[in-house]
Antibody
Framework: EVQLLESGGGLAQPGGSLRLSCVASGFTFSAYAMNWVRQTPGKGLEWVSAVSATGSRTYYADSVKGRFTISRDNSKNTVNLQMDSLRDEDTAVYYC????????????????WGQGALVTVST | QFVLTQPPSVSGAPGQRVTISCTGS?????????VHWYQQLPGTAPKLLIYGNSNRPSGVSDRFSGSRSGTSASLAITGLQAEDEGDYYC???????????FGGGTKLTVV
């Protein structure tokens, strides 16, 4: 069974940092691109970032470019999202999600999704 | 507010058929990009329901079907069941934004 398990969520102050991790199991992790998607009550679902299967290519939404960094460790079946210079509007549940391809093409679907990690940015 | 427009809510009685629309534009659905649909039951993560406009992943009931035409797509649910209550989202790619995008979501109520 394919499973994704996020960790690292919590409370951060504006301007602060948090690091999310997602451990994968049940599939050949190194063969697939991985994504982070976030969900807020007001803005709904928003794709945040993706990393190719090898980790050589990374992609970001404009809203997080320059502040978030995605990376992966294929030896540990893990994808990470380093979130710096956090803003109030980054408050959301963050999901990691598997891509059906080894590369991120933007038009692919996400399946499956992890259970989510809540990130709250507040003073 | 959302590039992909979905009705905020739909409802139907058990056993009935409902459809959820997803309206885009010439830079996304109208440009030929595939549409995917997700189901989010209360307190859970989104789950892939339909991919590539009309394909069901293994394990998804054939009560769910999808279609795409022009700048819109639709999700149909037949034989409504109480367990179908939740939120439904469409997703596609937008060539102007150069991003994967989601609709605002539709809350399905089985009355």
């Amino acid at each position: 069974e394919v499973q994704l398990l996020e960790s690292g969520g919590g409370l951060a102050q504006p301007g602060g940092s948090l690091r999310l991790s997602c451990v994968a199991s049940g599939f050949t992790f190194s063969a697939y691109a991985m994504n982070w998607v976030r969900q807020t009550p007001g803005k709904g679902l928003e794709w945040v970032s993706a990393v190719s299967a090898t980790g050589s290519r990374t992609y970001y939404a404009d809203s997080v470019k320059g502040r978030f960094t995605i990376s992966r460790d294929n030896s540990k079946n893990t994808v990470n999202l380093q979130m710096d210079s956090l803003r109030d509007e980054d408050t959301a549940v963050y999901y990691c999600a598997k891509d059906p391809s080894g590369s991120y093409w933007g038009h692919n679907w996400f399946d499956p999704w992890g259970q989510g990690a809540l990130v709250t940015v507040s003073t | 507010q959302f590039v992909l427009t979905q009705p905020p809510s739909v409802s139907g009685a058990p056993g009935q058929r409902v459809t959820i629309s997803c309206t885009g534009s010439s830079s996304n659905i109208g440009d030929g990009y595939d549409v995917h649909w997700y189901q989010q039951l209360p307190g859970t993560a989104p789950k892939l329901l339909i991919y590539g406009n009309s394909n069901r992943p293994s394990g998804v009931s054939d009560r769910f079907s999808g279609s795409r035409s022009g700048t819109s797509a639709s999700l149909a649910i037949t034989g409504l069941q109480a367990e179908d209550e939740g939120d439904y989202y469409c997703q596609t790619y937008d060539s102007s934004l150069n991003n994967s995008i989601f609709g605002g979501g539709t809350k399905l109520t089985v009355v």
